[in-house]
């Protein structure tokens, strides 16, 4: 009997019969959809901090999250119905129930850890921070961590519309929320579409101390009116900011309004960043705006 020589004909055969097995069975290990029972499961994440880890929560609601990271001991989880009654993810940094609150609302796509490192400064400095989940939000890369926007995965899982302006409940009902719980009124902060909704629900309303508008914009005039003749009228305190190239746009908003010592628009000497995102560490130019941000704050004592 002559040897088996392995020719290129036979090794192509022996190839393909393998990998079509290897994905046979790929597929019939596939985990299938289970009981929505309570789960936790830690997964370590690839980045800087090697001790930061994703802790992904499953309930009757889907999949939630909180994180463990360096930040972790300077907040508690908190949740709370929108107007609509969607539970709202948020975390709360606090200091004690007499100190100034500030409500963080972060921009599109993104979701409350945009504040993960500003929050802590302002817990340092005395303030009580909310960083809310709205329901037009998303997923953001956290220092190679991923955590996700809880509320707009319920509000998705519910079939809820998720546009800007569907997150406008979800900001009334935070204010709402931060002022019976403390039982003064707050410091309103926005960033990008936020931040125009801050201006919309801050500049009218008694259970709001001030507002904070990183990068605002006339976005909702056909559906809520002018941002213009809301800024030239209010006498409230606020701090509106942006990157040097969006400075002009800002200017229209405000137009020929007299400010007072408490009506601020700060205008970076770097290109600055669109958003709070501009106050990150890793971001140029971001103390020269931590500084104009905190003499805002102590003119408010």
Not at 48 to 61: E, G, M
Not at 168 to 173: K, L, R
Not at 252 to 275: C, M, R, W
Request: aromatic letters at 10%; hydrophobic letters at 35%.
């Amino acid at each position: 009997m002559k040897p088996f020589i392995m020719n290129k004909l036979h090794l192509t055969v022996l190839i393909n019969f393998f990998c079509l097995a290897l994905f046979t069975t790929s597929c019939e290990t596939t985990t299938e959809d289970k009981p929505v029972d309570t789960t936790t499961t830690t997964t370590n994440a690839s980045n800087d901090n090697s001790s930061a880890n994703l802790v992904v929560q499953i309930d009757s609601t889907g999949v939630l999250d909180s994180i463990q990271n360096k930040h972790s001991s300077a907040y508690e989880r908190v949740q709370f119905p929108s107007l609509d009654s969607l539970l709202i993810d948020a975390n709360y940094y606090p200091v004690s129930p007499t100190a100034p609150t500030v409500l963080l609302c972060h921009q599109a796509r993104w979701n409350k850890y945009e504040y993960d490192s500003i929050a802590v400064v302002l817990q340092e400095k005395g303030y009580n921070c909310l960083a809310t989940d709205q329901r037009s939000g998303g997923i953001m890369n956290l220092d190679g961590i991923h955590p996700i926007n809880a509320t707009y995965q319920r509000a998705t899982a519910a079939g809820l519309p998720t546009e800007y302006l569907d997150a406008e409940q979800d900001i009334i009902a935070a204010i709402d929320y931060l002022y019976t719980k403390n039982q003064q009124a707050i410091i309103l902060w926005g960033s990008s579409y936020s931040s125009t909704l801050a201006l919309y629900n801050g500049l009218n309303n008694d259970k709001v101390a001030a507002v904070i508008s990183f990068s605002p914009g006339n976005y909702f005039s056909d559906q809520k009116g002018s941002l213009i003749p809301l800024i030239e009228a209010s006498t409230k305190p606020f701090f509106i900011t942006s990157s040097k190239e969006e400075a002009e746009g800002i200017q229209n908003l405000i137009q020929s309004k007299t400010l007072s010592s408490q009506q601020v628009q700060f205008i970076p000497e770097a290109d600055g960043y669109h958003g709070s995102r501009a106050l990150w560490a890793s971001k140029v130019g971001h103390e020269e705006y931590w500084t104009a941000l905190i003499n805002f704050l102590e003119s408010l004592k």
